[in-house]
Every structure is written in C-alpha cells, then in structure tokens.
C-alpha cells in the first residue's frame, strides 16, 4: 500500500504530538515517519507524518484529527502535486581502499554530501525522494553500511497552494 | 485585572458562566477549591463515588442543556471518574470535569495519589488541558466550557494542580477564548441546503431518521415542522427519542437492534433518507446492506467526521441541526404534499398494523413501561440504566418532549440511571424524575441513593429485577442453545430493604393493579421511592434483529 504524507499546523505545546499518535493508532494505523519542528516565534508546530493504508481510510483518519482543539490545520496531501523530501546519514566501512573509492563515487552519483572521512569510515549525507535514498542504501549495502539515520519525510505542495491557504 | 487564589479565580469564573451545582467529591487535592467554595452561592452536591458524581453532572447537562460540573480530587478521584467522562462524551453531553492534581512540583515523581489523568482521558475527551499557570485559571475554565458546550457537545477535563489553586497572581476574567483550531460550524452553505431540497422536493418516499443532535441542538419544533411539511414519516435513533412526540402521525418510534417493526421496515422502503443528527451507529443501521439499499441519502451533521463515515450520502449539510433545518423549512415550504397519496397511506396503513396490545393484565416489560407512562405527567424525565429494561423503554415509552428521555446510548454504561436520574432533579427541581433500572445496573450505583435522600433530590426508580443480567441471558437464549454463562444472580439482597437504610421509601409489587397504586403514590410524593417488579427472567425483548442482520430480518416471538 502507498505511503499517505498527512502535514499538520499544530499549537506547539505538549500533549498535542501525543493526542496526534494516540489517535493514529487508535484507528490502526502505524507511524512510517514523523517530522516536526516549531515554527517561526514559536507559536505553531508544523508536522509531517507518513503512514500506509488505503488513502479512503486515511482521509476518514484526518477527518477525525481535523476535530481536535489543537489542531489548527490538517490535510493529506496529493501526491501529485507534492514535493517530498528524506535525508539520511549513512556511515560505511571503507577499511579497504577500493571501498572507500567505490563509495565516494556512489555518494557523489547520488548528489551526496562526505560529511567525515576516517581511515576506515565515510559519512554521508544523502537527501532526496524516499526512493532516491533507498535506492543509494541499496547500493552501498555490500561496502558495508556501519550505520545509517534517516530524517523521514517531510513534503510541501508545489505552486500558491499551502497548508494555510487551500 | 483583580489580584486573588487561583481557588477564587476558579470559583469566580465558574459563577460568572453561570454554573449553580457542583457534583463530587473532595480530597487533599482540593482542600483550597472546596474552602473558596464556601464562600460562593454554587451548590455543592456531595457524591459517594466520584463515577456517581460524574453520572449526576452528565444527567443535569441532559436534562438542562447546560453544561454539568463534576470535582474531583487527584489519582482515584481522578480514575474513578473515566466512566462518566467516556460516557458523556460518546453521547455528546457537555460535561466538564476539574481534577485535583499534585503540586506542579511533585508532577512526575509517582506522588502519592499522582495519577497522569491527562494522558489517561486523552481518547475520550474532546479537549483537555492541566492548568500550569494561576493566571490562566480564568481562561482555561472558560475553555473548558466553552468546548464542551459547543460544536459538536462532549467531555472536557480539566486538571488543577494544588500549588496553581493557592498561589495568587493578577486575574483577567475578561479573557477572550479563541482557538484557531477550534471553529465549529454553525450554519450549513447554502448550496448544500439547495441541494438537500431539492432531493426532498423530488422525493416519492421520504423517510426521516432523527438522532440525538437534534435533541442536542433544541430542534425538535423545527424537525417536526419538516417531517409535516414532506409528509415524511420519522424514525429516530436511541439518543434522538424525543425528537418527534411518539404520539405524533409521522413518528415510527425507534428504528434499529431493538427498533420498532413499522420503523424498520420503512426506513428501508425510503427512496430519499434525511439522517439528522445521527452517526449511523452500527445499533441504528443494522447490517449496512440491507439499512437503506434504494435510498439517496442525505446525511446532516454537526461533525463532518461524520458524514460518510458509515454510510455514503449523495449530499450532506455540515452544520447545527437548529439552523439547517430552518434554512431547509425555508426552502420547501411551498411543497403540498398531499395527505392522502401513497406513501401517507402507506404510513397509516403499516402505523395502524403494529398497534401496540392493550394487555396490561400481566406483569411484563411492556406493560410496565407503559404503567409508567400512564402514571408520569407528559414533561417527566426518565432515566434509564442499560440492558433489557432500557430497550424496552425505548420500544414501548412515549416520549413528547425533547430532554425528558436520557439513556447512555453509546457507550452503554451500567449504573448510569440512578446518578444520572439525580442530577438531571437538581438541574429541574419541578419535575418528575424516574430512572427505569434493571438489578444488574442499579446494583452497580445504588448507593448514590443516599445523595437523592441526604440532599432532597427526590427521584422515582422502578426496579426491573429479573434476577439476571437480562441482555446477555437473552443473546444467551437465542444465539448460544440458551446456555447461560455468567449471568444469573443468586445473591441474597432484599432491595426494598436496602433502600430503606438510605432513608427511601422502598416497595415490591406483585400485580400491576399495585403497581400502579404505587406509582400513583410515587408521583404524588415529595420523597425518593424505590418500586421493585418482580420480572420473568426467561422474557425476551422484541422486536430484534439478531447482530450483523439487516433492518428487515425482524425477530418478533419466542
């Protein structure tokens, strides 16, 4: 099943992340991704989320949160008309010195930033589409991937269309 | 801008919103909000259990339309109040209950009789909200009220910390409250109103199906005047009796699980059905095949979650049942329909076939429920607890007046009735109060008795006792060979006797010709009267459609 990008206005306080989860799960559905960080003087928080499920239910679900006090605006966004973005910081073993090669030449097919060379390890930044950076996981697997961290998505409509203004 | 305790800023805000009663129970908690009590006119209704003092709070907002306010202390206070929160809320009852809380300093660290009631009612509060602030008092009661009792109505907690209620800052009791995520809607577009008349316009089949956001939202007058206007006949749900008087030509009575056969077998006979203020819960629908396969439906509703959230409409009117029904009056009042064409024969036909008996020799469900009828005066309220006895009252008890049916309907709480009965007496001290109980239910909360007694709340219960817990013993009977699993009561309590330790007047009637007697007596009394029926456990409550069947598949005999 696809994955639905929900976005939130949100009062940025505590206890409204929580009655956002706690509704999603309620309903069955399972986080795939969450960002969220305050906005400007600190008043809203703008929150994107990603889950998986049949986008009919998933319109009901934002339905039922579009009714909490807290929640200025939601709405799940048409993919069609979405800009989606995930970033990862992946740390390989590059031990062996045709590895280290092989993955900078990889991390730079990907557009990607070398935030730290050791002499056995590589940092670097990937960002892009879901699939961009799933695929660059994909590639870099057999070099040896030590770790990796992943912001989720977080998405924006193209044009004049915004949260505030539909 | 006044200087003051955040227990008189409490106190004061509630006065200034023109709250007269208090329902619960004090603890450490509270001891600064129940001192700054003393000093206010606000009647303080001393509960036994705060569940109890929930009930009351919810069953005077029901009754009044105002909001109910329940007081509780931290940790079990707190706890012990979830049931009445998660009942009001499921049935959209504006209640708003204040929790004592521990000292923001100790918030966090398991204090004793600490309890996270925040994160604990977060899925059955429509808002809630711990004051951390002495300032904010003012605001954060006006919110809680103002919630509650708009929109779509339903359950508010708010929680106190003790340090916030005895620390003094500069009030603002002019605060204004405006949340930018709060905005309900009150008056429908008018294209939606355009398009729902001229569905009804066209209709050859009208059917009416009113829930409770019409008792909700006072429009009882406005819907009737609308059923006669179509020539629609009416169903309602469990929680819309009393949106049309059951006496009325058009009213079908309650269509559903245990809905009347004449509303259950036109709903879905409709060709266009106006669902007002209701949610199609799965009690009301049936199996949603077969609840209304021809009809278009036109679905209104406070809540736009609601609307095609079960059932798929062609047209929807979001917005206060109040108003759209007047902007809908508006549109097709110049409709004559005839009074004699083929659906208002129809109507007549299928109402004159399932006229009720008039056997009231025997001492059975219905012919109790219509004892009491006969016996109340047509504004009483009557509360009923859940199970059996409450279908029956559902079935059988004829309603004229919106507000004077109150039954927890969605969430289906047992021992609701007689708190709930008590509350709705100190919100309209003028009425008659009844609570229809059955022994499991009553059982449940019947210490609230003393409260009724203790603080001159005088109801009427009528106790159904059956000795069974009824509902389940019957599902038991039809779907499980009739063996029973945990629902006979073999204990040995004599409730007339019991009753009497509370100061009630407690009787047991062995024949109707007593019972009425006894009802007479009750009704004329000024004193709180248990009448206990002895009722055959092995009787069943028809009409029923056995779960996950449509409106049709009617059971109607053993």
């Known amino acids: 099943m696809s994955l639905s990008v929900i976005s939130f206005l949100v009062e940025n306080k505590p206890g409204v992340l929580f009655n956002i989860s706690n509704n999603i799960r309620r309903k069955n559905f399972n986080i795939h991704s969450i960002t969220a960080i305050a906005g400007e003087g600190e008043d809203t928080t703008r929150i994107t989320i990603t889950s998986r499920g049949d986008p009919k239910e998933i319109d009901k679900l934002v339905e039922q949160m579009n009714k909490m006090v807290d929640i200025i605006i939601v709405k799940r966004l048409d993919p069609l008309r979405t800009i989606q973005r995930d970033m990862a910081l992946v740390k390989l073993h590059t031990a062996d010195p045709m590895a280290q090669e092989e993955a900078l030449e990889i991390i730079n097919k990907y557009k990607g930033l070398i935030l730290d060379i050791k002499p056995d390890t590589v940092i670097a930044q990937i960002t892009g589409s879901v699939n961009e950076v799933n695929d660059f996981t994909k590639e870099v697997t057999h070099i040896g991937i030590i770790e990796a961290a992943r912001t989720g998505i977080t998405a924006i409509e193209k044009g004049w269309v915004t949260l505030k203004e539909p | ?558």
């Open chain 2, 1 to 558: 801008m006044t200087e003051m305790t955040g227990s008189k800023a409490y106190i004061k805000t509630l006065e200034q919103e023109g709250i007269t009663h208090i329902f619960g129970i004090t603890g450490a908690a509270l001891i600064p909000i129940c001192d700054a009590l003393l000093d206010s006119k606000i009647r303080y209704v001393p509960g036994v259990h705060e569940q109890g003092s929930a009930h009351m709070a919810d069953g005077y907002a029901r009754a009044s339309g105002k909001p109910g306010i329940v007081q509780v202390t931290s940790g079990p206070g707190a706890t012990n109040i979830v049931t009445g929160v998660a009942t009001a809320q499921l049935d959209s009852s504006p209640l708003v209950a204040f929790t004592g809380q521990v000292p923001m300093s100790m918030v966090g660290t398991d204090a004793f009789q600490e309890v996270d009631i925040i994160g604990v009612t977060a899925s059955i509060t429509k808002w809630n909200h711990q004051v951390r602030d002495p300032a904010r008092i003012p605001w954060a009661v006006k919110a809680g009220l103002h919630i509650a009792n708009t929109g779509r109505k339903g359950a508010v907690v708010i929680d106190l910390p003790k340090n916030i209620t005895q620390e003094t800052a500069e009030m603002d009791f002019d605060v204004e409250i405006d949340f930018s995520g709060y905005k309900p809607r009150i008056t429908p577009s008018p294209s939606e109103l355009d398009w729902a008349a001229k569905l009804l316009a066209e209709a050859e089949k009208p059917v009416i199906v009113a829930g409770g956001g019409i008792v909700s939202s006072g429009a009882g007058k406005e819907l009737t005047e609308l059923a006669e206007i179509l020539m629609a006949p009416t169903a309602t749900s469990l929680m819309g009796k009393g949106s049309i008087a059951s006496n009325h030509p058009l009213s079908l009575g309650l269509c559903g699980m245990h809905g009347r056969e004449e509303a259950n077998y036109m709903v879905p006979d409709a060709d266009v059905l106006f669902v007002a203020g209701s949610r199609f819960s799965d009690r009301t629908t049936g199996s949603l095949a077969g609840f209304a396969p021809n009809a278009r439906v036109i679905h209104m509703d406070i809540d736009k979650s609601e609307i095609d959230k079960n059932v798929d409409s062609v047209t929807r009117i979001w917005g206060d049942a109040k108003h759209s029904l007047i902007g809908l009056i508006d549109r097709v009042k110049t409709i004559k329909r005839s009074q004699n064409g083929d659906w208002t024969k129809k109507i007549q036909e299928f109402k004159r076939s399932y006229q009720e008996p008039n056997d009231n020799s025997d001492i059975t469900g219905p012919a109790v429920i219509r004892a009491i009828r006969n016996a109340l005066p047509s504004n009483a309220i009557v509360t009923t607890d859940v199970g059996q006895h409450q279908m029956l009252a559902a079935i059988h008890y004829d309603v004229y007046e919106p507000c004077t049916f109150l039954t927890s309907g969605g969430l289906g709480t047992m021992g609701w009735g007689v708190p709930a009965a008590i509350g709705a007496k100190a919100a309209l001290p003028d009425r008659k109060v009844l609570s229809i109980c059955g022994d499991g239910g009553f059982h449940m909360t019947e210490n609230n008795l003393s409260t009724a007694v203790d603080d001159d709340f005088p109801i009427i219960v009528v106790l159904l006792n059956n000795r069974m817990l009824g509902m389940v013993a019957q599902w038991q009977r039809l779907f499980m060979n009739g063996r029973y699993a945990a629902v006979q009561r073999n204990y040995s309590v004599d409730y007339t006797e019991l009753v009497k330790d509370y100061g009630a007047h407690g009787v047991r009637i062995e024949s109707m010709k007593q019972l009425n007697t006894e009802l007479t007596r009750a009704v004329g009394a000024d004193y709180t009267t248990v009448i206990e029926v002895p009722m055959d456990p092995e009787e069943n409550v028809y009409p029923m459609i056995p779960p996950g069947m449509g409106l049709k598949d009617i059971l109607t005999e053993d």
